[in-house]
T-cell receptor, first 111, second 115 residues
């Protein structure tokens, strides 16, 4: 699986948009970008995934650059409950593969 | 849908004893489950992949005789930490695939403390 690089930590004010970057310059053509988050002392939670088009769901938006070498997860109106570690993972779809987690970004939402 | 229930959420045991952690898929059949371990302020580290009806596949450096994994049914996988030592104290998390290969759901984790 392609390697991802994320900043170790970020801060964001409550109510503002939180933009979390992820670099995946070695991504292959069939690899999807997945985002998970882990709130303290809980299991990871799926957020969103995409291949090359931008995606949006009730939790977040995912913006993938045209060359697919980087992406940004956007939480449009961050709340205190969004404080968590956010993981960006790339892997091929529809293959029974394990999810390998990097170090992620520790996002802190400040009141 | 796609809920994984993990028990217990917390357990304290004495050194030398064994502890069993259960991971159940509540509303789907999980042919593949994964077990992770997480130390404080670190990321999740994959320990093993568990396939129903067959032996688990362990990641490099994980002792298969110490961390016994059983996946005897499509809804239950268990991790048994044998002869536990204080260094085994950690947060253990299970995960299961559901639906298409795109779907992974996680248990709420088990905090193991060995005293």
């Amino acid at each position: 699986d392609a390697k991802t690089t994320q900043p170790p930590s970020m801060d964001c004010a409550e109510g503002r948009a939180a933009n979390l970057p992820c670099n995946h310059s070695t991504i292959s053509g069939n690899e999807y970008v997945y985002w998970y988050r882990q709130i303290h002392s809980q299991g990871p939670q799926y957020i969103i995934h995409g291949l090359k088009n931008n995606e949006t769901n009730e939790m977040a938006s995912l913006i993938i650059t045209e060359d697919r070498k980087s992406s940004t997860l956007i939480l449009p109106h961050a709340t205190l409950r969004d404080t968590a570690v956010y993981y960006c993972i790339v892997r091929p779809p529809r293959v029974a593969q394990k999810l390998v987690f990097g170090q992620g970004t520790r996002l802190t939402i400040n009141p | 849908g796609a809920v994984v229930s993990q028990h217990p959420s917390r357990v304290i045991c004495k050194s030398g004893t064994s502890v069993k952690i259960e991971c159940r898929s509540l509303d789907f059949q999980a042919t593949t489950m994964f077990w992770y371990r997480q130390f404080p302020k670190q990321s999740l580290m994959l320990m093993a992949t568990s396939n129903e009806g067959s032996k688990a596949t362990y990641e490099q450096g994980v002792e298969k005789d110490k961390f016994l994994i059983n996946h005897a049914s499509l809804t239950l996988s268990t991790l048994t930490v044998t002869s536990a030592h204080p260094e085994d104290s950690s947060f253990y998390i299970c995960s299961a695939r559901y639906g298409t290969a795109d779907g992974y759901t996680f248990g709420s984790g088990t905090r193991l403390t060995v005293v």
